[in-house]
């Protein structure tokens, strides 16, 4: 899969922007290592399983901004209805 063929896939989807990442060959355990968090938290955050708390909001808004970052991307439009 190509960057051309991901733009068709839907942007919502799951693993939009795990497959963002492996095309861009960065790994989520180097996200959590620099933001010092869990793999397990990176995952989720990036499959969209997992949404800010207050306990847990920081960290996320942490993940969002590290992902986009890797990616040359705004966090915006990774995650439009989240922006960090």
Known sequence: MNVNQ????????????????L????????????VGVSRPLV?????RKRGGTKK???KIR??????AEALGMP????WPDKAA
């Open 6 to 21: 991901l733009t068709k896939i839907n942007k919502d989807g799951a693993r939009y922007i795990s497959a963002l990442l």
């Open 23 to 34: 095309i861009h060959g960065i790994r989520q355990d180097e996200i959590a290592d620099k």
């Open 43 to 47: 995952s989720q955050v990036v499959t």
């Open 56 to 58: 847990h909001g920081p």
């Open 62 to 67: 942490l993940v969002r901004q590290a992902v």
């Open 75 to 78: 966090v915006e439009e990774l």
